[in-house]
């Protein structure tokens, strides 16, 4: 597609459950990532994926989160045993370049998930 | 620890005053600086900025990197309601812990415009 879609665009869920949110990067983009942005705060960064090699995970808060992506496609963040403090909303960007030259220039983000525990 | 500091959180002015945002940071092995304007949930690039001194100009925003002092300003002049937004900073650090590093983002500053 023209841009990077994520879906579900909100989700609402019982403290407890599991959630799966769904990035669909641009075709041709290697680079993937995830990022959280609680009200009021900044982006946190959480998961980094380039190609084929092994996922950067040193952003994610806990075990309770895990991501995956298979080759340059789509990517799923799963959130298990869901909290309340997980609720916010949850961007996905990709960009075209890897490593230095990626550095954040060309990334385009999602519209994003806005995740609410209730 | 890495972090990217802007101010002020927020800010509310009229159209047609001129505003300068600021973003200071400290970052291990910086290699650039970005700036992000956020209207609803998605963030849109507008400027790159990685040697000090040289401005980036694009239309009324311009920005500027002082890599001695460890921080950046983006300035808007004459300022339209359609400026009001998010404005996030970003800075890329290599982590450590990971493979190819990642963007550390400030909390941002809320630009409100008033007609």
């Known amino acids: 597609g023209a841009g990077v879609s994520q879906s579900p665009s909100n989700k609402v869920t019982e403290k407890g459950k599991d959630v799966e949110l769904r990035c669909d990067p641009i075709s041709g983009h290697t680079a993937l990532y995830w990022y959280r942005q609680r009200l009021g705060q900044g982006l946190e960064f959480l998961i980094y994926?380039?190609?084929?090699?092994?996922?950067?995970k040193s952003g994610l808060p806990s075990d309770r989160f895990s991501a995956e992506r298979t080759g340059e496609s789509v990517s799923t963040l799963t959130i298990q045993r869901t909290q309340q403090e997980d609720s916010a909303v949850y961007l996905c960007a990709s960009s075209p370049l890897t490593g230095q030259q990626g550095a954040g220039y060309g990334y385009t983000f999602g519209s994003g998930t806005r995740l609410t525990v209730v | 620890e890495d972090k990217v500091v802007q101010s002020p959180l927020s800010l509310v002015v009229h159209e047609g005053d001129t505003v300068t945002l600021n973003c200071s940071y400290e970052?291990?092995?910086?290699?650039?600086l970005l700036w992000y304007k956020q209207e609803k949930k998605a963030p849109t690039f507008l400027f790159m900025l990685t040697s000090s001194g040289i401005e980036k100009k694009s239309g009324r925003l311009s920005s500027i990197l002082d890599k001695k002092e460890l921080f950046s300003i983006l300035n808007i002049t004459a300022t339209q309601t359609g400026d009001s937004a998010v404005y996030l900073c970003a800075v890329w650090g290599v982590n450590y812990g990971g493979s190819q590093g990642n963007l550390i983002f400030g909390k941002g500053t809320k630009l409100s415009v008033k007609p």
């Open positions: 970052v291990t092995n910086f290699r650039s």
């Open positions: 994926f380039q190609g084929n090699s092994a996922p950067d």
